[in-house]
């Protein structure tokens, strides 16, 4: 074992012996500092270079990272890519944000789903700070359309209502994805 993969061993051991409530909350707190991070280095880019910078750095960022966060999801699930809507609708359970915010599902067939995102924990703050809506829509484009592709190249995605749209009060997001054949 090389010493790389020795590096982490200290910090999983740590986690053998620990009970199902406690693992639970490690991992919500480990996608809470993950989206901390995601929201701290996107600050940090819009104060230096603006907003449109900093969301063109967004969605570049998101363009790799979801597709890698697809197929870690399908590896741990043992999915092949190929799975149609099935295995994207599975796979949206497993994401980070699925740990943090309340999402859901609706009008699921094997050709399509509605996919929406009920709270948003990054949105849901500035609403209690009195801030704008937060314009994620040209990230989520991406962010949504690579995730389903990696599960299915078939997939493909259309933005139904993400801010800066109008949306109404029961969701901040939604998407539809079809299966084309």
């Not at 051991?13 to 909350?25: A, V």
């Not at 943090?100 to 699921?108: G, K, R």
Request: charged share 30%; aromatic share 8%.
């Amino acid at each position: 074992m090389s010493s790389a993969e020795r590096a982490g061993d200290e910090g999983v051991s740590l986690l053998k012996d620990l009970s199902k409530e406690e693992l639970i909350k490690i991992i919500v707190d480990d996608a809470k500092n993950w989206l901390a991070h995601d929201g701290v280095w996107f600050q940090a880019i819009e104060k230096r270079y603006g907003m449109e910078v900093a969301v063109d750095l967004d969605i570049e960022a998101w363009r790799y990272f979801t597709v890698i966060e697809a197929k870690r999801i399908m590896e741990r699930l043992g999915l092949k890519a190929g799975g149609g809507i099935p295995a994207l609708v599975e796979c949206l359970k497993h994401r980070f944000y699925a740990r943090l915010n309340l999402q859901e599902c609706v009008e699921v067939t094997d050709t399509r789903a509605v996919f929406k995102m009920l709270d948003c924990r990054v949105q849901s703050a500035r609403k209690r700070k009195g801030l704008a809506d937060h314009p994620c829509k040209s990230v989520g484009i991406v962010e949504y359309s690579e995730f389903a592709k990696a599960i299915d190249p078939r997939i493909r995605t259309t933005c139904i209502a993400c801010p800066p749209d109008e949306h109404p009060e029961d969701f901040w997001c939604a998407w539809e994805f079809q299966l084309e054949t």
